[in-house]
């Protein structure tokens, strides 16, 4: 029976190696982290992604404590909030509860072993094969998915370069209590000196608080006083009172990148594949869509006993789902950080527009058409990365 290991347990990881053991895969799920855990993330996903999580029997739905459905976006715009309405079916989630959710339900598949808080010892390729060992193991395969995240130690191992960008745009998230009023079920968004601010409500009366910006901004936003201090006007003005419950957790740079959907034999999923800048909330949707996607071209891979061309194969599928993603993240960042998108962002939401556009991209129906469009702008993006020019 093949034996595929999965490096890194977190969304894509967890989604690819329950995809193949559901499918008669055995199956080595690897993660350095003990799970729970907690991870720097803005905690808000999407519909297409609850999709892809239900696709493998997991409807996060039907427990009310675990997601908190929400009905939108709030945009702050100095002394009023502009809403812009998305039922496409966005919750927010803790991710050390989703995370851990996943783990549990992985290790009740006979074909999984899953072993945390391990981290591998060495990994070598070559043309058919790898040798991964780790702990008292070791394991030859031909088949490896690579989900370690961003800064991918295992893309580093094989030899990979990872660019460094020259202005990190980085992340630190919290997570708070309500203690006096309510917040709507709305992600509000506040432009602050550096970057922005996102609160995303949560189950129990919870909201998690991150904060993206320049490398000044998040210095001041992983320590816990000072967060308070620029979270405190913010509070004031939606009229509630919060309390911090978990400290902020700092990120590495969120810069959008690709890093590309296969290297060395291995399939590269989530974000040690391709980062998308959290302002547009399209990170796990990635994570769960790449895994699952993974999964079929390494079964696919079976069946013909052609690992290089699922591995192609793999990678342009990817790249399909990838490309409207890209474009929409472009077009959000853009208003994120331009004084016109942010004057933009108001009569966006007024007329409606940005409700449909948000709606579509993130709902699991109706949104090719729009999704096309946004293949243009995310097909020029990936020339750009291609060309090595900074967009
Ligand atoms: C500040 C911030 C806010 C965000 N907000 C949102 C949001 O609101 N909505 C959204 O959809 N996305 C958001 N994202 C993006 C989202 O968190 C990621 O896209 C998503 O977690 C990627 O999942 P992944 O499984 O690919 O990687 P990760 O979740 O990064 O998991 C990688 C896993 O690999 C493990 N690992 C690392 N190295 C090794 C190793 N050597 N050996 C074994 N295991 C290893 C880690 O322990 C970890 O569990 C945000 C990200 C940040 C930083």
């Known amino acids: 029976m093949t034996h595929v290991v999965v490096i890194g347990a977190s969304l894509s990881g967890s989604v690819a190696a329950i995809s193949l053991a559901q499918q008669g895969v055995r199956v080595s799920l690897i993660d350095k982290a003990p799970f729970p855990r907690r991870k720097p993330c803005g905690e808000g996903l999407s519909a297409r992604g609850l999709g892809e999580l239900e696709r493998i029997g997991i409807d996060i739905t039907r427990y009310p404590d675990l997601a908190w459905g929400l009905k939108g976006y709030r945009i702050n715009s100095g002394s009023s909030w502009s809403t812009i309405s998305d039922r496409s079916g966005l919750v927010g989630i803790r991710r050390s509860e989703l995370d851990a959710e996943l783990i549990s339900y992985a290790s009740k598949l006979p074909l999984i072993t899953i072993h ?5 010892d060495s990994i070598e390729s070559d043309a058919e094969k790898f040798v991964i060992t780790f702990g008292r193991h070791a394991i030859t395969t031909p088949y490896v998915v690579i989900a370690d995240g961003a800064s991918s130690p295992t893309l580093r191992a094989l030899g990979k370069k990872l660019a460094v960008p020259a202005s990190p745009r980085l992340g630190a998230s919290s997570s708070w209590q309500i203690t006096r009023g309510t917040l709507e079920p709305y992600v509000h968004t506040s432009f602050i000196s550096g970057g922005e601010m996102y609160l995303t409500p949560l189950s129990r009366g919870g909201v998690n608080i991150s ?73 796990m949707t990635h994570a769960t869509l790449s895994g699952r996607l993974a999964a079929e071209h390494i079964l696919k891979a079976q069946s013909n006993s052609s690992r290089d061309g699922a591995l192609q194969d793999y990678s342009a599928a990817r790249e399909h789902i990838a490309r409207p993603i890209r474009g929409f993240t472009r077009l959000t960042s853009t208003m994120m ?25 993130h709902s699991t129906t109706n949104g090719e058409p729009l999704r096309s469009l946004l293949s243009l702008v995310g097909g020029l993006r990936e020339r750009a990365y291609a060309e090595g020019v900074t967009l």
């Open 337 to 361: 950080s331009s004084r016109l998108g942010r004057i933009g962002f108001p009569i966006a939401a007024k007329t409606g527009v940005a409700g449909m556009v948000s709606h579509a991209v």
């Open 211 to 283: 904060v993206l910006g320049s490398k000044t901004l998040i210095q001041r936003a992983v320590h816990p006083a000072l967060l308070r201090e620029i979270v405190k006007s913010v509070a004031t003005q939606l009229n509630i009172e919060i309390e911090m419950t978990a400290p902020p957790l700092g990120s590495g740079s969120l810069n959008s990148r690709c890093h590309g959907g296969h290297f060395r034999g291995a399939f590269v999923v989530g974000d040690a594949c391709e980062t998308f800048d959290p302002c547009a909330g399209f990170g």
């Open 116 to 120: 945390q808080a391990i981290t591998l």
